[in-house]
């Protein structure tokens, strides 16, 4: 997640967040000769959609530093973010191993500390149910089909939903910590 602080006059410091999907789908697909999945990067904040990949490939160190580079640091751009962001991603394997954490000092990304087994704060999850809902509204018999659905699903998140899941943002740090850790209601 990219969150570009502003302050607030509130206990807690408000967030523009732009969000990371990293998510393999669950749902399998029927495609000819077989099934088929597709994995989903993109970032969102709360004044459009950024950037955004889908492949079929694995997500290793080597794809996840070439997302960095080629999709989170242009969204960054498009949004004129600079150096006024935090980008949050989980412990993965490939977002915590020496490749992906030289690439992340190399761009000059500031990361969000994630420990490990903390709650899920992660906004995303609400996102995915409104995509989910909007791919099974759809029939499709192909990968090419899944990553067409994809992309206009994503394309046509409403701005008052991503505006919705970045202002949230601020509340659940809040509760998380009022909770000293523990499930929050979100």
Not at 9 to 31: H, Q, W
Not at 136 to 165: D, F, G
Request: hydrophobic residues 30%; positive net charge; aromatic residues 8%.
């Amino acid at each position: 997640m990219l969150q570009r602080l502003t302050q607030n006059e509130g206990r807690y410091p408000s967030r523009e967040t732009c969000i990371r999907l990293n998510n393999s789908l669950g749902n399998p697909v029927a495609a000819v000769g077989g099934g088929g999945r597709v994995n989903f990067w993109g970032a969102i904040n709360s004044k459009g959609t950024g950037c955004f990949r889908i492949c079929t490939e694995n997500t290793s160190s080597d794809v996840y530093c070439g997302i960095l580079e080629n999709y989170l640091i242009p969204t960054v751009q498009l949004y004129q973010l600079k150096n006024n962001y935090i980008y949050q991603h989980d412990n993965s394997r490939y977002h915590v191993s020496r490749q992906t954490q030289t690439k992340i000092r190399e761009l000059d990304i500031q990361c969000l500390e994630w420990p490990a087994k903390s709650s899920d704060l992660n906004v995303i999850e609400h996102l995915w149910s409104v995509i989910d809902d909007k791919l099974k509204a759809r029939t499709m018999c192909s990968v090419k089909e899944l990553s067409e659905a994809l992309s206009t699903a994503w394309l046509s998140i409403k701005p008052e939903l991503r505006k919705k899941l970045v202002f949230s943002m601020s509340n659940k740090v809040y509760e998380c910590i009022e909770r000293n850790g523990k499930s929050i209601h979100y």
